[in-house]
Every structure is written in structure tokens, then in C-alpha cells.
């Protein structure tokens, strides 16, 4: 498929749900709490309002059968669910309403009855190649071409479901190309040196996390000296030469923790400048998800939609989710990552962020060998956030096979991407959980082995 193009199929099931929005006055839609399903709520949400139709948003942590039943009980005439909906195909299509749902994760049943746009259908990997807010953003494009200015948003969710980070891909490309042309997004040069002021910058920095400097006032300082930078300097300020020495001090520091090559080139990835948002897609993105995470969704949508108050009071909540998720990611660097024979597991009930310190561990201090999971058992119902690598994808290992399996072995429910995914089970059975996991991540390991 020439990524630039959208497939026919796709845009025949996007014509047909911007038909159904238009025969309507009210869209009730429903998305995923993080950052990729809010901005996909907030690009549908503007949408709807440019086409006139009054709207309600409810942001979901999980689809499960608990929320499956309050999508079921709500009296409306449309559905609209983003960033969910792949594993309740069936029960969706049972709803009285019209239902559209344009999702990206691994799919269940393709359906019958209802508008399902998914990159999955069309032979486009939803892992890397197009996420919720593409898939909303495609079909916001198709029900009016003025919503390409909401181009800007959808790189926020694929910022933030990580699906930049080895290059634009299929659906993604199509937003992209038409972004730059329109001259919503600027392309900026890739780094492992943090943009700002270099000793808060590095002292709070998770992506790269730099052990002995991230989290550390005294180490960030020493760092910035070894490399013979005066701490009070900014990024933007370094000069070609002070720029060269802190990149290779970094990548130094990173070779050391046993980084992969992968992984280095990942963290000095192009970054997407978006000069009417006056930041860049990774840090929106960060804004919303923070709002998300501390549940405040509804500040993310309307931050999403542009309200000015609401994007300073996510700009606050994400600098207290950075500051979070040092705290986690330094309590694992501290003993608290446990070894299991094909799993590497952390408690996270106390720190919280579960995902964004299972990310930051996989790639800059676990095993690499093994996926990493981050286990919060904070309430009776357990969440579970999961982490792989392509090289571990690569030997076999189904994150979102093995969670959906793990988890409805212990009463739970779970599934996502074969490189990320989540789930949720009773608090109580979380030895049982691990277990079940480790087992088999070990058979999906010697079937593929079995293979070569």
C-alpha cells in the first residue's frame, strides 16, 4: 500500500459514518482516558460541533463489561467510540443505535451491523501504523475538510501511543504529508539532548532515562560539568561543540545501561513542532495524558478542543506526572524490578503511572530479553500496564495475546498490541496472575523457537 493513499475500503466505512453523523442532533461519544483516546475524543468532539450536532464525551479508563453495560443502558440514537470498542465488536452490534467505532487495537470479530473502521481490517498494523486519534482525525477530514486543522491534535495521539518513534507509518504518513503541507507541523532535527533548561531538563528526563542523572540534583550537575556546561545554560544555547560533547556523555551513559542501538536512535527521534499549539506533539501529548492518568479527563478534551485555561492546567498536571513517574522509576532502579523466567515485574500500587514507568523500564533498565510489567494493586481490581521491544516481537512474544489470556485465567480482562498492552484482574490473585503470564510468554518463546 503507497502510505500516502488511503485504502478504498477505508474510506468507503468513513463516508458511511459521516453519513450517520449527519442524520443526527446528538453524538454521544465515548474514548480511552489516555492521551491517544483523549485527543481522539477531542478531534470528534470538534467535529460534531462544526457540523452542528450537540455532543457528550465520557472518557473510559478501560472497556470492560462493567462499561459496556453504561454504553448499553444510555439512551441515545448514535454512538461514537474511539480508541475502543475492538473487543466488544459483538456486544456494540447488539446495541439498539447506530454505533460507530473507529478503534486501532488487535482484533476481536469484524462486524456486521455497525460502521467499524480499523487499521487492522485493511492489512495496516494498529500497533505502529495508525491510532485512535488517525482514525478519528481521518474521519473528522472526511464528514469536512475544514478539520484538517485539527491535524495538529491527532500527532498528540500518535506522540502518544509512541507510534512516531521509528518513523511515520502507514495512516500516520497520510496525516503527516498533508500536516506539513498545509504547514501545520514543522519537522525538527532529533537528539538524546532534552529541549530546555538543561538542568531541570535533565534531572526530570524519563526518555532518556540517564541512571545516576535522571532524578538526581547532584548527579545532573556533576553530568553537565564532566561535559563542561555551565548548569544554567539552555538546549538552544549549546554551541556546536558543547552540543556534540553532551550528546556522546549521554549516549555513553546509555551504552552502560545496556541500551539497545534500537532504542538510541528511537531517543533521537525527529520531533513534530505544532506553531499553533506553541509546543511540540510530544509534549501535548504529555499534557493530556496527565490530565487523563489524575482523572481529570474532562480538562484533557477541553485542553484538546483549545480552551486556554484547561491547556495551563494540564500543563500543570503533566509536570506533576513527570515528577510522579521519577518517583516510580527511581523506586524500581532502587531493587524494585523482580525476575521471573520469561517476565521482569514491579508493584507500581504506590506510585501509580503504571504504563510510563513500565516504558521507561523496558527501555533503559530491564532485562531486554524479557517484557516488562507493572502490576498496581492499589484497589480490589488490579491494573496491569505491559511493555516489549521489537526484538522481543521478533522471537515470538504476544503481549496482547498473553494478557488477554493472563488476565481471563484470573477473572480479569485484558489485550492491547503485541507490544504493549493492559489489563485488569482481582487484586487478590496477583501471584496467580504472574504465574499464568510467565507461562506463557514461555510457550509463545519455544513455539516460535520450534519454528526457526
Given at each position: 500500500m503507497d502510505d500516502s493513499v488511503l485504502p478504498p475500503k477505508?474510506?468507503?466505512?468513513?463516508?458511511?459514518?459521516?453519513?450517520?453523523?449527519?442524520?443526527?442532533?446528538?453524538?454521544?461519544?465515548?474514548?480511552?482516558?489516555?492521551?491517544?483516546?483523549?485527543?481522539?475524543?477531542?478531534?470528534?468532539?470538534?467535529?460534531?460541533?462544526?457540523?452542528g450536532k450537540q455532543f457528550r464525551v465520557t472518557i473510559m479508563t478501560t472497556l470492560d463489561d462493567a462499561n459496556m453495560a453504561v454504553i448499553a443502558g444510555t439512551k441515545t440514537e448514535c454512538v461514537l467510540v474511539t480508541d475502543l470498542g475492538a473487543s466488544f465488536i459483538p456486544q456494540l452490534e447488539a446495541l439498539p443505535c447506530d454505533v460507530i467505532v473507529l478503534d486501532h487495537h488487535t482484533l476481536g470479530v469484524q462486524a456486521q451491523r455497525i460502521c467499524y473502521a480499523n487499521p487492522h481490517l485493511y492489512g495496516i498494523?494498529?500497533?505502529?501504523?495508525?491510532?485512535?486519534?488517525?482514525?478519528?482525525?481521518?474521519?473528522?477530514?472526511?464528514?469536512d475538510e475544514r478539520n484538517w486543522d485539527l491535524a495538529p491534535v491527532a500527532l498528540a495521539g500518535v506522540a502518544g501511543d509512541r507510534q512516531h518513534l521509528a518513523g511515520m507509518k502507514g495512516l500516520n504518513v497520510f496525516l503527516l504529508e498533508g500536516a506539513v503541507q498545509r504547514k501545520l507541523v514543522q519537522l525538527l532535527p532529533g537528539s538524546l539532548i532534552p529541549v530546555g533548561s538543561l538542568a531541570s531538563a535533565l534531572y526530570m528526563n524519563t526518555d532518556?532515562?540517564?541512571?545516576?542523572?535522571?532524578?538526581?540534583?547532584?548527579?545532573?550537575?556533576q553530568f553537565l560539568a564532566a561535559a563542561g556546561i555551565p548548569d544554567n545554560k539552555e538546549a538552544q544555547d549549546l554551541s556546536d561543540d558543547e552540543r556534540m560533547r553532551l550528546s556522546s556523555l549521554i549516549?555513553?551513559?546509555?551504552?552502560?545501561?545496556?541500551?539497545?542501538?534500537?532504542?538510541?536512535?528511537?531517543?533521537?527521534?525527529?520531533?513534530?513542532?505544532?506553531?499553533?499549539?506553541?509546543?511540540?506533539?510530544e509534549t501535548l501529548a504529555d499534557m493530556l495524558n496527565a490530565c487523563g492518568r489524575l482523572g481529570l479527563a474532562g480538562v484533557g478534551v477541553a485542553a484538546g478542543l483549545g480552551d486556554p485555561r484547561c491547556l495551563d492546567q494540564a500543563r500543570e498536571l503533566a509536570a506533576s506526572a513527570t515528577r510522579a513517574t521519577m518517583d516510580g522509576v527511581l523506586a524500581v532502579d532502587n531493587g524494585g524490578l523482580c525476575q521471573l523466567a520469561n517476565i521482569q515485574w514491579f508493584d507500581s500500587s504506590d506510585s501509580g503511572f503504571t504504563g510510563m514507568v513500565a516504558g521507561t523500564v523496558m527501555n533503559y533498565l530491564g532485562d531486554p530479553a524479557k517484557p516488562t510489567i507493572g502490576i498496581n494493586c492499589s484497589e480490589p481490581t488490579a491494573k496491569v500496564s505491559s511493555r516489549g521491544t521489537n526484538a522481543q516481537l521478533a522471537r515470538g512474544i504476544d503481549l496482547a495475546n498473553a494478557l488477554k489470556r493472563s488476565c481471563d485465567a484470573v477473572g480479569g480482562q485484558g489485550g492491547g498490541h503485541r507490544i504493549a498492552s493492559g489489563g485488569a484482574f482481582p487484586s487478590a490473585r496477583r501471584e496467580e496472575f504472574l504465574t499464568k503470564l510467565d507461562s506463557i510468554i514461555g510457550e509463545q518463546l519455544a513455539a516460535a523457537a520450534k519454528k526457526v
Amino acid at each position: 500500500m503507497d502510505d500516502s493513499v488511503l485504502p478504498p475500503k477505508l474510506l468507503s466505512t468513513l463516508q458511511a459514518a459521516a453519513e450517520l453523523i449527519r442524520g443526527h442532533d446528538f453524538i454521544q461519544i465515548y474514548s480511552h482516558y489516555d492521551a491517544d483516546g483523549i485527543t481522539a475524543a477531542s478531534i470528534a468532539a470538534k467535529a460534531a460541533l462544526r457540523a452542528g450536532k450537540q455532543f457528550r464525551v465520557t472518557i473510559m479508563t478501560t472497556l470492560d463489561d462493567a462499561n459496556m453495560a453504561v454504553i448499553a443502558g444510555t439512551k441515545t440514537e448514535c454512538v461514537l467510540v474511539t480508541d475502543l470498542g475492538a473487543s466488544f465488536i459483538p456486544q456494540l452490534e447488539a446495541l439498539p443505535c447506530d454505533v460507530i467505532v473507529l478503534d486501532h487495537h488487535t482484533l476481536g470479530v469484524q462486524a456486521q451491523r455497525i460502521c467499524y473502521a480499523n487499521p487492522h481490517l485493511y492489512g495496516i498494523d494498529g500497533m505502529n501504523a495508525g491510532c485512535g486519534a488517525t482514525m478519528a482525525f481521518l474521519f473528522a477530514i472526511t464528514l469536512d475538510e475544514r478539520n484538517w486543522d485539527l491535524a495538529p491534535v491527532a500527532l498528540a495521539g500518535v506522540a502518544g501511543d509512541r507510534q512516531h518513534l521509528a518513523g511515520m507509518k502507514g495512516l500516520n504518513v497520510f496525516l503527516l504529508e498533508g500536516a506539513v503541507q498545509r504547514k501545520l507541523v514543522q519537522l525538527l532535527p532529533g537528539s538524546l539532548i532534552p529541549v530546555g533548561s538543561l538542568a531541570s531538563a535533565l534531572y526530570m528526563n524519563t526518555d532518556p532515562y540517564i541512571r545516576g542523572v535522571s532524578g538526581s540534583s547532584d548527579g545532573t550537575a556533576q553530568f553537565l560539568a564532566a561535559a563542561g556546561i555551565p548548569d544554567n545554560k539552555e538546549a538552544q544555547d549549546l554551541s556546536d561543540d558543547e552540543r556534540m560533547r553532551l550528546s556522546s556523555l549521554i549516549a555513553v551513559k546509555l551504552i552502560a545501561q545496556h541500551t539497545s542501538q534500537e532504542k538510541l536512535e528511537e531517543a533521537a527521534r525527529t520531533r513534530y513542532y505544532l506553531p499553533a499549539w506553541h509546543t511540540d506533539a510530544e509534549t501535548l501529548a504529555d499534557m493530556l495524558n496527565a490530565c487523563g492518568r489524575l482523572g481529570l479527563a474532562g480538562v484533557g478534551v477541553a485542553a484538546g478542543l483549545g480552551d486556554p485555561r484547561c491547556l495551563d492546567q494540564a500543563r500543570e498536571l503533566a509536570a506533576s506526572a513527570t515528577r510522579a513517574t521519577m518517583d516510580g522509576v527511581l523506586a524500581v532502579d532502587n531493587g524494585g524490578l523482580c525476575q521471573l523466567a520469561n517476565i521482569q515485574w514491579f508493584d507500581s500500587s504506590d506510585s501509580g503511572f503504571t504504563g510510563m514507568v513500565a516504558g521507561t523500564v523496558m527501555n533503559y533498565l530491564g532485562d531486554p530479553a524479557k517484557p516488562t510489567i507493572g502490576i498496581n494493586c492499589s484497589e480490589p481490581t488490579a491494573k496491569v500496564s505491559s511493555r516489549g521491544t521489537n526484538a522481543q516481537l521478533a522471537r515470538g512474544i504476544d503481549l496482547a495475546n498473553a494478557l488477554k489470556r493472563s488476565c481471563d485465567a484470573v477473572g480479569g480482562q485484558g489485550g492491547g498490541h503485541r507490544i504493549a498492552s493492559g489489563g485488569a484482574f482481582p487484586s487478590a490473585r496477583r501471584e496467580e496472575f504472574l504465574t499464568k503470564l510467565d507461562s506463557i510468554i514461555g510457550e509463545q518463546l519455544a513455539a516460535a523457537a520450534k519454528k526457526v
